[in-house]
């Protein structure tokens, strides 16, 4: 199954990229039959929950100015998800081409992308489309903006999607983020005054090192509500979290350049019943040394409750039920300077209805300023 399968046939294409500066901060991208070959693999990784994994994006055509598309609730999920053009199943799907318009405009940042792929066994040809804008309000730590999306197919098929957005500094350190989407598809009722087919958000935070950090958060997604081109691990789902946390910068004399104390939980209730999903909360400490190093120590309890039996491999399955364990995590990055460094993570405890060891290492050798070696190993026992 991982075996590579040699072909000697010759296939010829032939592709083209344009890139024109409109105004200093306006760009226009152009691309024909776009080709992404010499884009790096993704790091290959172990499922160790019931939920899809989040592969960040490596195709330089859309991580060039990405931050203008951004439009992100908790954990991953976000509205705009470039990975959902040109790749289905894990297998690229061809291109035949596309605009992108990135830059500011006024007082506006705007983002504009649209593509075109081809047809597949399991596919329409289809047409992606997305709109971005976001300007400053109040002052210049505040923001308010908006996002549409859409997705139409050959076969008849679409799904839109629209957002809106804005984090306001309200005083000192203390910020307030509210977002609100909605989505509608052929096979959708598309009640626009419902909350099915909707994405609420709301998180305050308090952005401290020195003294008292917060972050609380509220999260929502309706029963319908379905990015056709953005990323969501979860479905009609209500979620409670996030953290509070104790910095403290010690003297010259310290080892320590700062350290914190924090305690992080989350719970997320199925909206149906209102009955737990998932939760986790526990303690912790973390620490960045005056040496460049950093490291933490967490220890969490979870709970699962599994509605339908689930496996992680082939014999290693999880009935139905309702589990809850205990971790401990420990992490240690050496110095980002060193020539040579090391990332580490190991983790331990109760495991479901069994136990779990996990030990992850990542070696990087900074051969020169334009080269660097990266690796990766992790055990899971």
């Known amino acids: 199954g991982t075996a590579y399968e040699p072909a000697d046939s010759l296939e010829k294409k032939a592709g083209l990229d344009i890139k024109y500066g409109l105004t200093n901060n306006l760009t226009l991208d152009l691309t024909l039959n ?5 884009v790096e693999a993704d790091d290959q990784q172990i499922n160790l929950t019931r939920y899809s994994l989040f592969f960040p994006e490596n195709r330089l055509f859309f991580q060039e100015r990405s931050g203008n598309f951004e439009f992100g609730f908790e954990n991953y ?3 705009f998800y470039s990975r959902r053009i040109g790749i289905s199943e894990g297998d690229q799907v061809r291109i035949y081409g596309g605009a992108r318009l990135v830059g500011r405009t006024g007082p506006w940042d705007l983002g504009f992308l649209s593509m075109q792929t081809e047809k597949t066994e399991d596919l329409p040809s289809e047409n992606f489309s997305v709109f971005r804008l976001r300007r400053q309000v109040l002052n210049p730590y505040s923001y308010v903006g908006g996002m549409v999306t859409t997705r139409f197919g050959a ?11 804005g984090i306001i500094r309200l005083f000192g350190d203390d910020y307030l983020s509210l977002k609100w989407a909605q989505t509608f598809d052929r096979d959708g009722e598309n009640e626009a005054f419902s909350l099915d087919p909707a994405r609420i958000f709301v998180d305050w935070e308090r952005r401290k090192i020195e003294g008292l950090h917060y972050k609380l958060n509220f999260s929502r997604a309706g029963e319908s509500y379905r990015p056709g081109v953005g990323y969501e691990n979860r479905e009609d789902f209500t979620r409670f979290g996030d953290s509070l946390q ?3 910068i010690p ?9 914190r104390i924090f305690l992080d939980g989350f719970a997320y209730l199925r909206n149906g019943d209102r009955s737990v999903e998932s939760a986790e909360i526990g303690p912790g400490w973390s620490f960045t040394t005056k ?3 950093s490291g933490s120590f967490s220890f969490k309890r979870h709970v699962e409750d599994v509605e339908k039996e689930f496996s992680f491999s082939s014999d290693a399955e999880v009935p139905a039920g309702r589990y809850a364990y205990y971790e401990f995590e420990g992490t240690y990055d050496s110095p980002q300077a060193d020539p040579v460094r090391l990332s580490t993570i190991v983790n331990a405890g109760t ?8 030990l992850t290492l990542s070696p990087t050798w900074n051969v020169s300023q334009h080269l660097y070696v990266y690796g990766s190993y992790q055990l899971n026992a």
């Open 34 to 38: 776009t080709d992404f070959a010499q």
């Open 77 to 79: 999920n976000s509205l």
């Open 155 to 165: 076969d008849g098929s679409w799904n839109a999607a629209y957002g809106l957005d």
């Open 246 to 248: 104790y910095g403290w």
């Open 251 to 259: 003297g010259k004399e310290a080892k320590l350049l700062n350290h």
């Open 291 to 293: 040496g460049g190093s």
């Open 351 to 358: 495991f479901y209805d069994g136990a779990r060891l996990s």
